[in-house]
């Protein structure tokens, strides 16, 4: 099993001011447990830090029945679909 969040805030704490997050990450979990580090899933989304300064902001998650995750974008107004595609490696 794997946990989807979504990071959305600009200033990640112990960073000082480095500006961060505006991805979905990933965290795998065995037996209840995470089983290795959180890693970005879906990222890309900051333009240009110095000016903290994003293409959007991730604030919603939800897994369709079909497997897609689809999340929404308050800062671009829109709702992004993630999918695998069959026969693709998923690396």
């Not at 805030?9 to 990450?25: D, E, P």
Request: hydrophobic share 45%.
């Amino acid at each position: 099993m794997t946990l989807l969040i979504k990071i959305s805030s600009g200033m990640v704490r112990g960073i000082g001011s480095k500006f961060s997050g505006y991805c979905v990450a990933s965290v795998p979990f065995m037996s209840g447990q995470p089983s290795a580090e959180i890693e970005d899933f879906v990222a890309g989304f900051i333009a240009f830090e110095e000016l903290k300064e994003v293409y959007g902001r991730p604030v919603a998650l939800a897994v369709l029945g079909d497997g897609a995750l689809l999340f929404a974008d308050n800062a671009g107004g829109r709702i992004w679909r993630v999918r695998h595609r069959r026969g693709e490696s998923q690396e």
